[in-house]
């Protein structure tokens, strides 16, 4: 269910529309704590990046209330929008985009949420690509890359895969292994709850016969 929590505005002159916008927190981490504990609130935290603007925006759900700071700019992206983006392990990868002198980007950009530092690889989609959309694949090992648009302004039906590793360092590679492993960890201890649940109601059941 919608539910509408205050009017603010957003801290820029520029018009926000096919933007990249993200949560801070893993979704399953948010789930697992509102499960946890439905009575403690806390602070959410977003990430909006939209042609010059760039933003950390924070909610505060006690006291109600928008808090916004700007972000780092990288200057090889700086006027860029319509990107396609995947978020994992706090980095954002950027794959293509257009920029305001309708110029078709084929660069492929990283930003570290942690270090607040931007990257740009050297190494560039194969062809240039605006309007399109990245997706993860469900083991966080490959990017799909599917449709858009290319720099003759003919719509593509595309679809490129990519490997994460290709775009995140060893040490971030190493923390989504790690999370991975905690999740399977999570898995075989909710199974193993599940089967001492069943048993105890066998057990109940057979006293109660």
């Known amino acids: 269910t919608f539910q509408f929590i205050k009017h603010d505005t957003l801290p820029t002159n520029n018009s926000i529309c096919y933007n990249c916008f993200v949560s801070k927190s893993e ?3 948010v789930q697992e704590m509102m499960k946890i504990n439905q009575k403690y609130k806390q602070n ?3 990430l909006l990046f939209c042609n010059k603007t ?3 925006i924070e909610y505060n759900e006690n006291n109600n209330t928008f808090q916004f700071q700007k972000l780092p700019v990288c200057h090889d992206m700086k006027p860029l929008f319509k990107c396609a983006y995947v978020y994992i392990n706090n980095v954002i990868l950027f794959f293509g985009g257009w920029n305001i002198n309708n110029v078709v980007s084929k660069s492929v950009h990283k930003y570290s949420i942690q270090e607040k530092k931007w990257m740009t690889f050297q190494k560039p989609l194969p062809s240039p690509l605006r309007d399109c959309v990245a997706i993860l694949s469900e083991d966080n090992t490959y990017v799909h890359i599917i449709g858009g648009v290319n ?3 003919k ?3 595309t679809h490129m895969k990519t490997e ?3 775009w995140l ?3 971030e590679m190493k923390k989504e292994e790690e999370k991975d492993s905690d999740s399977e960890m999570n898995k075989i201890v909710k199974k193993k709850d599940v089967k001492n649940v069943n048993v105890e109601i066998f057990f109940v059941l057979f006293v109660f016969d």
Request: proline share 0%; glycine share 10%.
């Open 54 to 56: 760039r933003l950390l």
């Open 27 to 29: 979704n399953g981490q």
């Open 44 to 46: 959410y935290q977003m």
């Open 164 to 166: 994460v590793r290709e």
């Open 155 to 157: 719509s593509m039906s």
């Open 151 to 153: 720099d003759g302004y």
């Open 169 to 171: 360092s060893e040490e």
